[in-house]
C-alpha cells in the first residue's frame, strides 16, 4: 500500500513539474514581441538548445519530449518565429509544428533598376550587396536574352516573399525573373512579330516606363520613340543619361544641360539608337505598348506641368508647345489634332529643343 501510494505521488510531482515545464508562461502578456529564427535543416534537439540558450526553455530534453508527445517529431518547420502575448512551452511547439511563421513580403514598383531594388530589399532586412551580387548574373535570362550581362530589365515588378533563410537575396531574384518569364511567354509571338529581338522591346518599354505613369498614354509615347528610330533620329531621353550618370557614380538627383555630353552608350543624347539595354524593369503595360503602339506620326511630347504630355508632328509645333508649358511665353499652343487614345502622363525633363520630350 505504502508504495503504491509512493508511486501515486511520484507520479503527482512529475506530472505537476511537467505541466509546470510545458504549460506554464515563459512569457507575460505585457512582454515586448520577440523573434525566434529556426534555420532549415535544424533538428529537435538543436531547436532546444537554442531555445535554452535564449532563455526560452531550462531544459532541452523537455522539450524534445513535448514535440514527441505533441507529435510534432520530425515536422517542426524553420523559419522566423513571433513571440508575442502570453506563452507557454506548448504554445511554442504547435506554432512549430503548424509553421506559422513571420512572412516578409517585398514590392518593387515598376520603372525601378537594380541599384534602386537593391535599396527597397536593403529596407526589408536584405543586405543590397548580397541582392547585387546575384542581379549581376545573367544566367538566368540566358536562355531568353544571350546578350544579358545582368539582370536590369528583368527582374519584374511586383510582390515577392523574402524567405527568412541566408540566400534570400537569390531566392527574391529567381521569383522576379521566374515571373517575368510566365508573364512575357504570351507576349512571344507578338516580339517576333515586331522584328526586334526580345532585349530590344525590354529595353525600349523601360524608356516608356520611365517616361509616363499613366497607361493610356504608354502607346502613344512608344509610338513617338519607334518613328524616331525608323528616322534615325536620337531619340534624346533624359533616363537613358540619369541611367549613365548613376553608373558613373555622378548621379546627385539633378540632371543639368552638360549633363547630357556624358560618354556613355545608355546617353542617347550622345549616341543613336536604342541603349545597350533595359535601364530599369517595365511594367507589362510598357512592355505592351512598345510591341502594340498607337499608329500616329508624332516625333515629340512636352510635359504640360499638370501630369500629362502634349504630342507633336513637327519641331515648329513641338517648339512652340515648349514655348508655352515650359518657357512661360503666355502663347497659345499649337492647334494639333489629338491622337486617338491621347491620355495624360507624367512630365520628363529635357532642354534639347529637338528632343521628344521635356
Known sequence: MRRLLFLALLAAVLYGAWW???????????????????????????????????????HPEIFRLLVLERGGAGKLQAGEYELSGRMSLRDLVDKMARGD??????????????????????????????????????????D????????????????????PRPDAAAAVARQAVSHFKKVIAPERPAVAQSGRSLREVVTLASLVELETAVPAERPRVAAVFLNRLRRRMPLQTDPTVIFAMRKAGRWDGNIRKGDLAIDSPYNTYRYPGLPPGPIASPGIESIRAVLRPAVSDELYFVSRNDGSHYFSRTLAEHSRAVDHYQRGRGLPPPDVPASPGASPSVPAASPSPDAPSR
Open 101 to 142: 511563421v513571420v512572412r516578409r513580403f517585398v514590392t518593387f514598383p515598376e520603372g525601378r533598376n537594380l541599384e534602386e531594388m537593391a535599396a527597397i530589399l536593403a529596407a526589408r532586412g536584405v543586405p543590397p550587396e548580397a541582392f547585387l551580387a546575384v542581379a549581376r548574373d545573367p544566367a538566368p535570362i540566358a
Open 20 to 58: 509546470y515545464e510545458t504549460r506554464r508562461p515563459f512569457r507575460a502578456a505585457s512582454e515586448p514581441p520577440r523573434r525566434v529564427l529556426i534555420p532549415p535543416g535544424t533538428g529537435v534537439r538543436q531547436i532546444g538548445r537554442q531555445l535554452q540558450g535564449q532563455g526560452l526553455v531550462r
Open 144 to 163: 531568353l536574352d544571350p546578350e544579358a550581362t545582368d539582370l536590369e530589365g528583368y527582374l519584374f515588378p511586383d510582390t515577392y516573399e523574402i524567405p
